[in-house]
């Protein structure tokens, strides 16, 4: 559909921001082969207490220069340089540093730099420039530029830029600077600056400062695209764009954008729906609709109005335009000209016309019927 072309342009060039987790794992040396030394000096028995050093191990408080090859950590954690060598580690409580990095992090955790895990992030996490994850993000996320995940991110969070999840969700309150993107789906209430973008899903309160794009799935709930909406299995609830609303399935429930409202051939638009430009659709518009300049279908019915004009093959119920022309008409056309090959109900008008009636009255003004 060429009315579309510009939002799905829009989607390749911030799906370009859907990059792998590791590409921004720059604080973790991935050398396997690594030995990393365990001296500590301990003030407590059986990895109790205080702990200085690279300790393996520790339940208590914890400071470390740099952390490499740990295991687990209970307690508070200080690491005051960039973690080495920590794939299967897991930090439960505090963890604190230049860019706190382990496994698995549950807790509190605050990086100057970043929070990175391989694994997952689970709880509160503050990233001077990003939280980063090989895994999953869940809970309370804030990164200054960026929040990054392989997989799902759930909870409430915050990327100053954007938030992106390269082969999960998105889901809970997510706000993205520029956009939140996600390979997944996007649920919940989610704000991106620019746009909103999902290969699957895009479900609940949305607002997309440009566009709101669902490549593979569905806009379901309440969006608002400042551009554009697209939804290219379908589309419905309450949905609001300045531009366009398009999608290649369905469009249902009460739309509202400013130059067109357009879906594709197999599925039709129903609901209330208003729009300044078009309404389009190869199948059928059922409901109420207004068009500020063109309503165009295959099968109309319910109550539909354009300023200039309505076209369809059958028409079913109440239409009023400036001037309508139908295959079949079953029911009232309102306008200042009414065209109906087929007449069954009745047309007002400055000129109306009806084919099937007899000669004298195929072409009447004011008002012209079939019964």
């Known amino acids: 559909m060429k009315n579309n072309n510009f939002v799905f342009f829009l989607s390749i060039i911030i799906f370009s921001l859907n990059v792998n987790a590791q590409d921004f794992n720059l604080w973790s040396n991935s ?23 690279n300790s393996k191990r520790c339940n208590g408080l914890r400071f470390n220069t740099v952390d490499c090859g740990i295991e ?46 391989e694994e997952k992030t689970q709880g509160f996490s503050f ?43 998105v889901t809970g309150i997510n706000l993205g600077g520029l956009a939140a993107v996600a390979n997944g789906g996007i ?6 600056g620019l746009a909103l973008v999902s290969e699957k899903y895009i479900t609940g309160i ?40 398009v999608s290649q399935n369905y469009i249902k429930g009460i739309t509202f954008s400013g130059l067109a409202i357009v879906s594709g051939k197999e599925n039709g638009i129903f609901g209330i729906n208003f729009t300044a430009g078009v309404i389009e659709n190869s199948s059928f518009i059922k409901g109420i609709s207004f068009a500020g300049y063109k309503l165009k279908t295959n099968t109309m019915s319910g109550i539909n109005s354009s300023v200039i004009m309505s076209i369809a093959e059958n028409m079913r119920g109440i239409s009023v335009a400036s001037y309508n022309e139908y295959t079949n008409q079953y029911g009232i ?27 004298l009255f195929k072409i009447l003004p004011i008002i012209n019927f079939n019964l």
């Open 31 to 53: 050398d396997s082969t690594e030995v990393c030394s365990d001296w500590s000096l301990d003030l407590g028995a059986n990895h109790n207490g205080i702990s200085i050093g």
């Open 187 to 192: 649920g919940g209430l989610n704000i991106g």
């Open 333 to 359: 056309s309102i306008g200042l000209l009414n065209f109906a090959d087929k007449l069954k109900g009745i047309q007002i008008g400055i000129l109306n016309f009806a084919k099937n009636n007899p000669p």
């Open 206 to 245: 949305n607002i997309g400062g440009l566009a709101n794009v669902s490549s593979k799935g569905k806009l379901q709930g309440i969006n608002f695209g400042g551009l554009a909406l697209v939804g290219n299995d379908g589309i419905s609830g309450i949905n609001v764009s300045g531009l366009a609303i």
């Open 72 to 117: 687990k950590i209970n307690g508070i954690n200080f690491t005051f340089w960039t973690p080495r060598h920590n794939p299967n580690s897991v930090i439960n409580g505090f963890a604190f540093g230049l860019a706190p990095e382990a496994g698995t992090i549950n807790g509190i955790s605050f990086g100057l730099a970043a929070v990175v895990t």
């Open 127 to 169: 990233g001077g420039l990003a939280v980063v994850s090989q895994g999953s993000l869940k809970g309370i996320q804030f990164g200054t530029l960026s929040i990054v995940a392989q997989k799902e991110i759930s909870g409430i969070n915050i990327g100053g830029l954007a938030i992106v999840s390269s082969h999960g969700s």
